[in-house]
């Protein structure tokens, strides 16, 4: 029985530099993304939690490339989805080099138009909010309320 190969990659990053845009001989758009990707992992030494940053390079063809282009610049968080991809080639002095790339299928862009992160990591300003969208947001909504203001033990529905 002969086994399937599977090569998909999933993950989310901020963008570590603004996307490249580039064209190829016969027309088509090619854009280069580098992300970076944290991993959480215990330090053997003080035993405490650490993030250790991971980069990666993308490769977005055709118009979602010329939109990552367009829209997307250095610490807009991105979600990818797309397959791994090995390239081998002799570096100017010789040597040769190795790289995998991860070409992608969908690039899905996270956070607000103008966020690059946020101070939250969601994306979402209020005041940004209320000055770009035709929908009245009512800020009150994000203040801070004591806790158990204007509620009972009869409010509760279980």
Do not use: H
């Not at 939250?120 to 969208?133: C, I, L, Y």
């Amino acid at each position: 029985m002969a086994g399937t190969n599977i090569n998909r990659v999933v993950m989310t990053g901020n963008l570590t530099r603004d996307p490249e845009l580039r064209s190829t001989p016969g027309g088509s758009s090619v854009c280069k993304l580098r992300i970076a990707c944290n991993t959480r992992r215990k330090n053997g030494q003080t035993g405490e939690w650490e993030e250790k940053p991971n980069f990666f390079d993308v490769t977005v063809w055709g118009a979602q490339g010329e939109n990552c282009s367009r829209y997307l610049a250095k610490g807009r968080p991105v979600a990818i989805d797309g397959r791994l991809e090995w390239r081998e080639w002799d570096a100017p002095d010789g040597q040769k080099r190795q790289s995998v790339d991860i070409i992608a299928d969908s690039v899905q862009f996270l956070g607000g138009r103008d966020d690059a992160g946020g101070a939250n990591g969601n994306g979402f300003s209020a005041s940004r909010a209320a000055s770009e969208s035709d929908v009245p947001v009512n800020t009150g909504d994000f203040e801070i309320a004591p806790v158990g203001a204007g509620a009972s033990d009869d409010d509760i529905p279980f």
